[in-house]
């Protein structure tokens, strides 16, 4: 069983594969973004066919292809681990917070579209940074600020923000990586047809909907915040898994302890976010 592991996770080429995912979604991301008005984000998302030839496709195209990028991305970082002891701590901790990035990318992405999911995701965001003491107001200012200047900042985070951010701490990584077409054919392929059967989500409100679900990674969190203060469950936890992730090195004498903990947060958090999708 350990060997099959070891094949499915170590010998694949993982970093290629998510590399040829944000290719895909950053192509699209910017057909549908050069249509997209901030001030009318419901609008833009609910008409972009009629604005572009294949609009919906597009929009679906960068959804999924985004949603991939994010999942492949998980599965390199467990392949990488085995050389992350080749890695400074500051370098690892920076390919760890990459990762944290990649989230903010794929969750103002579901703020952007404006319809109740997107809605409801921005208003508890804004909620939990202004429980940050001393900086709560500056983070949502410079991330969100969706009451004082609508999707702007959101969207300018989506689009250059957080992209350079996150290239910031993953360029020397990302060098290591080359994506050719006639290489990746398969993965492309499936994601180019695929997304003509499946249509990206897009939530109108509904009379009598009392309970709306975030985007799928942020469902646990708002279980979390039924049950703790808005500070512990919103920024402390998802902090400290971060800060395990970023000091979980073989050579770190607390080894065992961090994967313990890596562990049992994880398997909360997914018993969470099933009971928040069986509520919805």
């Not at 990028?69 to 080749?86: M, Q, T």
């Not at 917070?97 to 319809?115: I, P, Q």
């Not at 990674?217 to 400290?240: H, I, N």
Request: hydrophobic share 50%; net charge positive; proline share 3%.
């Amino acid at each position: 069983m350990t060997s099959i592991i070891k094949i499915f996770f170590f010998n694949t080429r993982w970093g290629e594969l998510s590399l040829v995912s944000l290719y895909i979604s950053v192509l699209s991301g910017v057909i549908i973004g050069l249509q997209f008005q901030p001030d009318t984000p419901l609008y833009s998302s609910t008409t972009l066919e009629l604005l572009i030839p294949y609009g919906a496709y597009f929009r679906s195209l960068h959804f999924y292809s985004s949603q991939l990028f994010f999942l492949l991305s998980i599965v390199h970082l467990i392949a990488v681990f085995e050389h992350s002891a080749s890695y400074k701590v500051g370098t690892w901790a920076k390919y760890i917070s990459s990762l944290a990035v990649v989230v903010l990318l794929l969750f103002s992405g579901y703020v952007l579209r404006g319809d109740t999911t997107g809605s409801s995701a921005g208003m508890i965001a804004e909620n939990i940074l202004l429980t940050i003491p001393l900086i709560g107001e500056m983070l949502n200012s410079l991330l969100f600020s969706i009451e004082d200047h609508g999707m702007t900042r959101v969207y300018l985070n989506h689009v250059i923000g957080l992209d350079v951010l996150w290239l910031l701490f993953i360029w020397r990584h990302l060098k290591n990586y080359r994506a050719t077409i006639n290489s990746n054919i398969l993965i492309i392929s499936a994601t180019l047809i695929s997304c003509l059967a499946l249509s990206a989500p897009l939530e109108i409100a509904k009379p009598g909907t009392f309970y709306i679900s975030g985007p799928w990674f942020f469902v646990g969190l708002q279980e979390l915040l039924r049950f703790m203060p808005v500070m512990l469950a919103g920024v402390v936890l998802p902090s400290l898994f971060i800060l395990a992730l970023s000091c979980l090195r073989r050579e770190n004498r607390y080894f065992n302890q961090l994967l313990i903990f890596i562990l049992i947060w994880l398997g909360s958090y997914s018993i969470l976010t099933i009971i928040g999708l069986l509520r919805s």
